[in-house]
């Protein structure tokens, strides 16, 4: 069997990539098709941590933007994200997977709170984590949860799943001849000014050595290509 590179990753999952072709919510088939990706890295061996975002459902900024107060709409945000990693949790259920959602908002009732030990003890256990409620503050995004999960459980990469399959020097809708990058440095990524993470969460990875990879989650085995160390999107290091 092919020994994955990595032991445990932390994967950033939008809540846009849980839309499918739909303009809003959650499509319950491209939800298990996901899953279903994500369970093939499982059945190597990897630890997987999971932050899923919310903007299927709502983004803090986009109501800030039309006079809702930021902080208050951020709550919304982040409460979103809660709602979709109940989908996610419930869909891996389905799949077979066992797998614990953490959030940073203590909602008691519904999901336990984040406590870093527990999920660490999970993820060493086999199951997956998912963490949901972002960083728990507003002003944030789950890509900077992302990035601070990531270091708190000892990552050894953030997974940032996109539509887009790596980070191309140009946007390659409109130019023509824009290349992927296989490889490219932190560095170069801020002197050319590519759009990878937001720069809070991008900071943090930096900061913290913590490589990252870019990569097309709607492309089948793409994940498992990734975590098998292959040629796959594009990674980000120091
Ligand atoms: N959010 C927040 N703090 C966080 C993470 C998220 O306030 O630490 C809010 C913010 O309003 C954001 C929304 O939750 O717009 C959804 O998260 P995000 O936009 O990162 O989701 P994604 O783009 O990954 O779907």
């Given amino acids: 069997m092919a020994q994955p590179k990595y032991k445990r990753i932390l994967l ?19 939800l298990a098709e996901i899953v279903a990706e994500i369970k093939a890295v499982v059945d190597l061996g990897v630890q997987v ?18 006079g809702m107060d930021r902080a208050q ?26 797998s614990r959602v953490q959030s940073a908002l203590n909602i008691e009732q519904v999901v336990e709170p984040y406590i870093r030990g527990k999920a660490i003890r999970y993820l060493e256990q086999g ?7 972002g960083t728990g503050n507003p002003f944030f995004t789950t890509d900077t949860a992302a990035a601070l999960r990531g270091a708190e459980i000892g990552a050894e990469i953030v997974l940032k799943a996109t539509k887009v399959d790596g ?69 980000v290091v120091c």
């Fill in 167 to 235: 980070i191309y020097s140009a946007d390659p809708k409109k130019v023509a001849d824009a290349v992927r990058y296989e490889r490219i440095s932190f560095d170069d990524v801020i002197a050319q000014n590519l759009a990878v993470m937001d720069a809070t969460a991008f900071a943090l990875c930096r900061d913290q050595r913590l490589p990252i990879n870019v990569f097309s989650i709607y492309k089948p085995g793409a994940l498992t290509r990734v975590v098998l160390g292959e040629n796959e999107g594009t990674l």
């Fill in 127 to 133: 199951r997956t984590v998912i963490f949901a409620a």
């Fill in 12 to 30: 950033k999952l939008s809540g846009e990539a849980l839309m499918g072709g739909d303009a809003y919510g959650i499509n319950r088939q491209t």
């Fill in 73 to 98: 709409a951020d709550y919304m945000g982040m409460l979103a994200t809660v709602m979709n990693g109940l989908a996610l949790q419930d869909a891996m259920r389905a799949a077979g997977m066992a």
């Fill in 49 to 66: 941590g999971v932050v899923i975002g919310g903007g299927n459902i709502f983004r803090g900024l986009a109501h800030a933007s039309t």
